[in-house]
Nanobody, 124 residues
Framework: QLQLEESGGGLVQPGGSLRLSCVIS????????IGWFRQAPGKEREGVAC????????KYADSVKGRFTISKDSARSTVYLEMNSLNPEDTGVYSC?????????????????WGQGTQVIVSS
């Protein structure tokens, strides 16, 4: 069984930055794709970014390209999401998830382990 726990959310002004962390336990994260998803009130969950096994493959949603960066530290079993130039449309609950088939997709149904999420609010 694999467990994921997010942290780093909070309130930030437009144009600001945040770094989210996802700590994975129970199994090595090296054989999984780890993805970040977000869900705003009244909207469907959206895949934001994902990183494949060993960190050599990355994928981003068009809405965050050039602003968000996903990375991993295998020694700390942690995946990060660095978010810059935040705007109010980035507000939502951000969750990390693991795909044991390592498919590098941004669709939620590919992921079989999920964290509880961390709230991000972008507002002045």
């Amino acid at each position: 069984q694999l467990q994921l726990e997010e942290s780093g959310g909070g309130l930030v002004q437009p144009g600001g930055s945040l770094r989210l962390s996802c700590v994975i336990s129970g199994r090595t994260l090296d054989y999984h794709t780890i993805g970040w998803f977000r869900q705003a009130p009244g909207k469907e969950r959206e895949g934001v970014a994902c990183i494949g096994s060993y960190g050599s493959r990355l994928k981003y949603a068009d809405s965050v390209k050039g602003r968000f960066t996903i990375s991993k530290d295998s020694a700390r079993s942690t995946v990060y999401l660095e978010m810059n130039s935040l705007n109010p449309e980035d507000t939502g609950v951000y969750s990390c998830a693991a795909d044991s088939l390592d498919l590098l997709q941004l669709t939620a149904y590919n992921y079989n382990y999920w964290g509880q999420g961390t709230q991000v609010i972008v507002s002045s």
